[in-house]
């Protein structure tokens, strides 16, 4: 999935949050919170709460972080209002899944990414999910790779890792997985397979599981 507006953090409607609480906010000082917050959250080892996070981009702002407000910038939200799927998503699981193939998530996100992807209309594809806010952990730690691949029951010599991030996938490859980065656009990394696109992962597992002995 990806960001409406393509921002992922923090959510799009913050500044409008903020300035119904601060209307004295100027745009520059948003780009600085913005990437303070950018920065907290790289030098962090796992996911930090998400009031944690706001905490950070409010001190930038100079703004009190209330707890009316911190409540207003979590509030629930239809996730169609600022998340979508790719548009190779859904018809690629959809066909992964008719073949057999068991799928669970590895990601640095917060504890709601499951109810986000089942508001989608993905979520029902997921067997299992490695969370870092969940499991105190980033990746690459190997903790998170492992946990997804536990919880399917399958060993990592049997599990195929993808990512957007080509370091990531070359972690994933040395702790014994099979890996590809998933390059929308720009060059394809040089140092793991690549795919361009979801749909070209088809081409990796026969059409059903007994074809595949595994």
Same mark, same amino acid.
């Given at each position: 999935m990806r960001p409406?507006?393509?921002?992922?953090?923090?959510?799009?409607?913050?500044?409008?949050?903020?300035?119904?609480?601060?209307?004295?906010?100027?745009?520059?000082?948003?780009?600085?919170?913005i990437a303070a917050g950018d920065h907290f959250l790289a030098a962090s080892a796992s996911t930090p709460g998400r009031d944690d996070y706001h905490r950070v981009l409010l001190r930038h702002l100079g703004v009190d972080p209330a707890?009316?407000?911190? =409540?207003?910038?979590?509030?629930? !939200? #239809? @996730?169609?209002?600022? /998340?979508?799927?790719?548009? %190779?998503v859904e018809e690629t699981l959809v066909e992964l899944s008719r073949r057999g193939v068991r799928m669970a998530v590895v990601s640095d996100a917060w504890p709601n990414l499951p109810d986000l992807h089942a508001a989608l209309g993905i979520g029902r594809f997921f067997e299992a999910y490695a969370v870092s806010a969940v499991l105190g952990c980033n990746k690459p730690d190997p903790r998170m790779y492992h946990h =997804?691949?536990?919880?399917?029951? !399958? #060993? @990592?010599?049997?599990? /195929?890792?993808?990512?957007? %991030?080509?370091?990531?996938v070359a972690a994933a490859i040395g702790l014994g997985y099979a890996g590809?980065?998933?390059?929308?656009?720009?060059?394809?990394?040089?140092?793991?397979?690549?795919?361009?696109?979801?749909?070209?992962l088809l081409d990796l597992f026969p059409g059903d599981a007994s074809e595949r002995g595994r």
């Open positions: 409406i507006g393509g921002r992922w953090n923090p959510r799009a409607d913050f500044e409008e949050t903020v300035l119904a609480h601060a209307p004295s906010v100027s745009p520059r000082q948003f780009a600085a919170a707890p009316r407000l911190l =409540a207003d910038l979590r509030r629930d !939200v #239809p @996730p169609s209002a600022f /998340l979508e799927t790719y548009p %190779d =997804a691949s536990t919880a399917l029951g !399958v #060993p @990592p010599g049997q599990c /195929l890792f993808v990512d957007d %991030d080509p370091e990531l590809r980065a998933l390059r929308r656009t720009g060059p394809a990394a040089s140092a793991v397979p690549c795919v361009g696109s979801l749909t070209q």
